[in-house]
């Protein structure tokens, strides 16, 4: 359990500073299939090793440690304001 909460605290480092998400290798060990995009209200599916961009729901953000879209307050995305 430990190595995957790492490898997705360390995918989602990675991919978070990218515009252009890496989606992981698929494999039986490796359960992150869902990406943050930096909107907070967007997530990205990794379908084959490609990542397509889908938007949350009105009013909710997404939650990549649930990997679903959740209340704001339970995502731990700050939604950056300019």
């Given amino acids: 359990m430990f190595s995957a909460i790492f490898i997705f605290v360390a995918a989602f480092v990675a991919i978070s500073t990218q515009t252009d998400p890496i989606c992981p290798v698929p494999d039986g060990d490796n359960p992150i ?8 209200t967007k997530f990205y599916d990794c379908s084959d090793g490609t990542p397509v961009l889908y938007d ?27």
């Fill in 33 to 40: 299939r869902y990406l943050p995009a930096e909107d907070c």
């Fill in 56 to 82: 949350c729901p009105d009013g909710l953000y997404f939650n990549p440690v649930l990997q679903v879209c959740d209340w704001p307050e339970n995502s731990g995305c700050k939604q950056k304001t300019d």
